[in-house]
């Protein structure tokens, strides 16, 4: 049924009686009748309490408390990570023209952090000008607002508690980010769809439910625009950059790569998208790293979808896959050879691993027989956008392209990209993890146990099915990352037989796959990869894998942590090759239990650790643009 503007706009309000505090005098006009001033005076009297005016121009103040600032910002509650110098070696090291290269690099991959600030919340922008206006005139309270906005790139985040940040008064962060308006409810969102659907508009559809459009009003629609269009100016600047940097660096082929993502900047065509990134993932030998990261774990608006079975089912009929937006971060680094060696001897065991998969021979594995995955291990000088948000946690590394892209469909492969200065922060936990743990089995930890972990996750999301994921709606990232990690624990094993790791090794890698499933604090659904972690440890103390001595202490099982491993990644598998929704949902729902061993250690580690929250120093990036 048809439902009237009217009745969507009372559905709004009863749903978000904050509405009216938050919409403008234009949004009013049009869709109530009114356009009167003495009522506009009125609702800026009611806005008060939020800091907003119906003038049509925001007024900011600043959410956290001046305590609150105070100790947020406090040396020893913020973590701090450094990327390259321009004394690094790495640096020092390059060809004239590599340097040169990377100053064009770093501008184009800050024009990317700025699109990614507007997707994240059409607010970002307008307040880091405010709290850079504040903090020019003196504001010291501003000033630190603005080192927290910097770090976790956006006035909105999570700190390493989980605990919920705004940094604006009065408001948080939408569901729908910046892809989505902000005064969309999901029922409004989803009669929009129906009534579209009604109509014969399946293509304008398609256009809002993809992963790569910024969805907008358009009357008593929604309109979806391509990014590139959405953002052309900052595009076509970032793509002007790539091509200075093409006439610069040393090798052919990263070259080649800059010409093709700048012509994917220019133009709104996924298929040159793809063709950019089907020649990113055959880089291996090139002495400079960009990328441009595209993930879509952080839109919840798409993912209610997958709830309404009614419009779900409409939108199937019609041939419509609903895909969560993508976000956007920029990378630019020094590949380092040494760390690339390692990683490349791990890339010759996977077409074995593959064959160790669960129900292998009921879908095409991503990996084939001519091995489409490159790997390198990289320098950093500068992550920006998604990439570079500190928020809670900071990537590591990435396996991209994900399922979802084009170019995996034309023949493309996948890159695994390393983040060498992350790695600064596994060290900080493995000391506090080491004194958890029973002491006769500290012996066997090394600060490089993370690193082969995660060489082994980032492989793992190359192996199993990936046809039907999309169908899990807002359980497939979780179900996503559960699989990367448990697989890659399923096969210690068979990689210490090969000579991937020594018994050692092989110790410490399974006694830290056990403790780094214990979290600061209890995640919530919307953080896919801790509520993975909740959900491995509850399952390996449902299977014996660990258990807490009246000590205190940790006890790991370490016999029983593979079998464990692989029980769950056979469950795991039947799931994604179904694209079971109601099964994805039993599983997590099962598993994702914060139990009182979580408690405990969650209260062990937040003594541990007080950082709450992080910032990242680029002083090279910095050298560079100002050069």
Not at 204 to 217: C, F, H, P, T
Not at 354 to 380: C, F, G, H, R, S
Request: glycine share 6%; aromatic share 8%.
């Amino acid at each position: 049924m048809k439902i009237s503007r009217i009745d969507q706009n009372n559905i709004q309000i009863k749903q978000n009686p904050n509405i009216l505090n938050s919409s403008k005098s234009k949004y009013i006009t049009q869709n109530f009748g009114y356009n009167n001033e003495s009522l506009i005076k009125q609702l800026n009297n009611i806005a008060i309490i939020n800091n907003i005016t119906f003038s049509g121009k925001q007024h900011y103040s600043i959410g956290l408390s001046d305590e609150e600032l105070d100790t947020r910002t406090n040396p020893k509650m913020i973590s701090s990570i450094t990327l390259l110098t321009p004394e690094s070696p790495e640096y020092q090291r390059l060809a004239q023209g590599d340097k040169k290269a990377l100053k064009h690099l770093v501008k184009a991959a800050d024009y990317i952090g700025e699109i990614e600030l507007q997707l994240d919340d059409k607010n970002n922008i307008p307040f880091k000008k405010y709290l850079e206006n504040e903090s020019a005139q003196g504001n010291p309270q501003a000033k630190k607002a603005l080192r927290l906005f910097n770090g976790q790139k956006g006035a909105f985040s999570k700190d390493t508690n989980m605990q919920e940040i705004s940094l604006i008064k009065g408001l948080e962060q939408s569901p729908g980010r910046g892809v989505y308006p902000r005064d969309l409810s999901v029922e409004e969102f989803h009669n929009i769809l129906f009534n579209m659907i009604e109509e014969g508009k399946d293509n304008e559809v398609k256009k809002i439910l993809n992963q790569r459009s910024v969805v907008v009003r358009n009357g008593d629609e929604l309109k979806g625009i391509d990014y590139i269009d959405k953002f052309h100016k900052e595009f076509s600047l970032a793509a002007n950059e790539l091509e200075k940097a093409s006439m610069l660096s040393t090798n052919e082929d990263f070259n080649d790569y800059l010409r093709l993502q700048a012509a994917a900047f220019r133009l709104a065509d996924p298929m040159i998208d793809a063709i950019a990134d089907k020649k990113w993932a055959t880089l291996q030998n090139a002495p400079l790293e960009f990328t441009i990261t595209r993930e879509n774990y952080e839109d919840k608006m798409t993912q209610t979808i997958f709830k309404n079975k009614e419009l779900l089912n409409l939108l199937e009929a019609h041939g419509i896959t609903p895909i969560s937006k993508d976000f956007l971060g920029g990378r630019v680094g020094i590949v380092n050879k040494e760390g690339t060696e390692y990683l490349l001897k791990s890339k010759e065991y996977l077409p074995e691993l593959a064959k160790l998969m669960p129900y292998n021979d009921e879908y095409e594995q991503n990996i084939t027989n001519d091995n489409k995955q490159t790997m390198v291990d990289v320098d950093l000088v500068d992550v920006t956008g998604a990439v570079g948000e500190y928020r809670g946690k900071i990537t590591i590394a990435e396996n991209l392209p994900n399922s979802d892209k084009l170019s995996l469909t034309i023949g493309g492969g996948r890159r695994n990209v390393y983040h060498r200065q992350m790695r600064v922060n596994k060290e900080k936990t493995l000391k506090a993890y080491r004194e958890l743990l029973l002491p006769e089995q500290r012996q066997y930890l090394s600060v490089d146990d993370s690193h082969h972990f995660t060489v082994g996750h980032e492989n793992a999301h190359t192996l199993g099915p990936t046809k039907n994921n999309a169908k899990l709606g807002e359980y497939r990232n979780i179900l996503e990352e559960n699989k990367a990690d448990v697989a890659a624990i399923s096969f210690v094993d068979k990689l210490t037989e090969l000579g991937m790791y020594n018994e050692k090794e092989r110790k410490g890698l399974l006694i830290n796959f056990v403790l780094q499933n214990f979290l600061k604090a209890k995640p919530d659904m919307e953080v896919a990869h801790r509520v993975r972690q909740v959900m491995q440890c509850k399952y390996l103390k449902d299977n014996g894998a660990y258990e807490i001595l009246d000590n205190g202490k940790i006890y790991v099982n370490i016999d029983k942590v593979v079998p464990t491993c692989k029980k769950m990644l056979k469950e795991i598998i039947r799931i994604q090759a179904d694209g079971d929704y109601e099964a994805a949902k039993e599983f997590v729902e099962r598993n994702f239990v914060w139990t009182d061993d979580m408690e405990y250690v969650s209260q062990i580690l937040q003594k541990q650790q007080l950082a709450l929250n992080g910032e990242l120093k680029t002083p090279l990036a910095d050298y560079l643009r100002n050069s």
